[in-house]
T-cell receptor, first 116, second 116 residues
Framework: AQTVTQSQPEMSVQEAETVTLSCTYDTSESDYYLFWYKQPPSRQMILVIRQEAYKQQNATENRFSVNFQKAAKSFSLKISDSQLGDAAMYFCAYREYMDSNYQLIWGAGTKLIIKP | DSGVTQTPKHLITATGQRVTLRCSPRSGDLSVYWYQQSLDQGLQFLIQYYNGEERAKGNILERFSAQQFPDLHSELNLSSLELGDSALYFC???????????????FGAGSRLTVL
C-alpha cells in the first residue's frame, strides 16, 4: 500500500518569515495527485494546494508553493511571509487509484506554530 | 463555511452505546466520504457513497455502518462503542464519484465523539 510520510511533527516560524514543510510518499504509479490540506483550530480541513504528477511545473497559490520532486517522491510545502492565521496542522495527501476509485492517503500531519 | 454540514459537533457517550452522525453534502455534490481522525493522527478513510450507493469501503469496522439517503445526506452509525472509537469524524463531499484523480473533496467541520 502507498504511504505518505511527514517527518516533522511540529515546526515553528517567526511571523513574516518562510517555512518549508516536508512530505514524502511511496508509489509505483506514474500519474497521481498530491494535496496539502490545512486544519486550523476550528478543525475544518481546507485545501491549500494541489499538484498533478504529470505536470513538471510546481503549483503555487499566493504565498503557498510546492517543491515537487517526482524522482525523489518528495512534495514539500513552502509558506512565504508567514502570518498568524497560518498556524494549523498541515496534512499532505496522495491520491491513489484503487478498486476503480480514487482515495486519499494521508500523512500524520505537521503542526505549524507562528511566533509573533 | 464549506457548505458541508455535520451534526452534532460534539458528542459524549458511554461504552457500549450507539450514536449516529449526520452529514449534509455541499449543494450539487453527489459523493459523500466519511473519515476518522484519532488524536494526533492523519485521516483514515471509512466509506464513500455516491448518489445513494456504496462506492468504496476503507478500514470501517463491522460495528460501524453508513448510508446515503435520496436527498443525498448521509449518516454514519457507530454501535457497541469502545474507548478507542473516540475521535473526530469528518464528512467530505465531492461532485463526482471518485474516478477523477483531480477531484477535490470539501470537508465539513467534523463531529467530535468522546466515549467514556
Amino acid at each position: 500500500a502507498q504511504t505518505v510520510t511527514q517527518s516533522q511533527p511540529e515546526m515553528s516560524v517567526q511571523e513574516a518569515e518562510t517555512v518549508t514543510l516536508s512530505c514524502t510518499y511511496d508509489t509505483s504509479e506514474s500519474d497521481y495527485y498530491l494535496f496539502w490540506y490545512k486544519q486550523p483550530p476550528s478543525r475544518q480541513m481546507i485545501l491549500v494546494i494541489r499538484q498533478e504528477a504529470y505536470k513538471q511545473q510546481n503549483a503555487t497559490e499566493n504565498r503557498f508553493s510546492v517543491n515537487f520532486q517526482k524522482a525523489a517522491k518528495s512534495f514539500s510545502l513552502k509558506i512565504s511571509d508567514s502570518q498568524l492565521g497560518d498556524a494549523a496542522m498541515y496534512f499532505c495527501a496522495y491520491r491513489e487509484y484503487m478498486d476503480s476509485n480514487y482515495q486519499l492517503i494521508w500523512g500524520a500531519g505537521t503542526k505549524l506554530i507562528i511566533k509573533p | 463555511d464549506s457548505g458541508v454540514t455535520q451534526t452534532p459537533k460534539h458528542l459524549i457517550t458511554a461504552t457500549g452505546q450507539r450514536v449516529t452522525l449526520r452529514c449534509s453534502p455541499r449543494s450539487g455534490d453527489l459523493s459523500v466520504y466519511w473519515y476518522q481522525q484519532s488524536l494526533d493522527q492523519g485521516l483514515q478513510f471509512l466509506i464513500q457513497y455516491y448518489n445513494g450507493e456504496e462506492r468504496a469501503k476503507g478500514n470501517i469496522l463491522e460495528r460501524f455502518s453508513a448510508q446515503q439517503f435520496p436527498d443525498l445526506h448521509s449518516e454514519l452509525n457507530l454501535s457497541s462503542l469502545e474507548l478507542g472509537d473516540s475521535a473526530l469524524y469528518f464528512c467530505a463531499s465531492s461532485v463526482d464519484r471518485g474516478i477523477s484523480g483531480a477531484n477535490v473533496l470539501t470537508f465539513g467541520a467534523g463531529s467530535r465523539l468522546t466515549v467514556l
